[in-house]
């Protein structure tokens, strides 16, 4: 069984989570706060989970909702830069980070759907 450690993906979310929390330390409105912090949180916790499965459909199922945290993460970012929260440039390249982990839960999505047939 892989060890979601040792996922080039979960590091890579992981990474963005924890900058995500360092950076934002300073945005006093908790609430908007705490959505983007989760919703970036999420995305490496899906992952974990589902390498923990015993089944492929479940590994697929928790990868679809680590691929949809990215959606709900690019939203709030997109929104946090409109209003002033977070800077263009680094809020523009945190969207891209979680694009390109969406690109690679996609693959590794269509990888396990192929092995299986």
Avoid at 27 to 41: H, K, M, P, V, W
Avoid at 76 to 90: Q, S, T, V
């Amino acid at each position: 069984m892989e060890k979601f450690e040792e996922k080039a993906v979960w590091m890579r979310a992981a990474r963005l989570s924890a900058a995500l929390y360092e950076s934002l330390d300073s945005i006093n409105e908790f609430g908007f706060r705490d959505q983007i912090t989760s919703a970036g949180l999420a995305i490496p916790a899906f992952i974990a989970q589902g390498y923990q499965t015993w089944s492929a459909k479940e590994l697929l199922d928790s990868l679809n909702l680590a691929k949809g945290a990215t959606g709900e993460l690019r939203s709030h970012l997109f929104i946090a830069m409109d209003i002033g929260y977070i800077d263009k440039e680094m809020g523009m390249a945190w969207v891209s980070e979680a694009e390109g982990i969406a690109r690679i839960l996609d693959e590794l999505m269509h990888s396990i759907l192929e092995q299986k047939k």
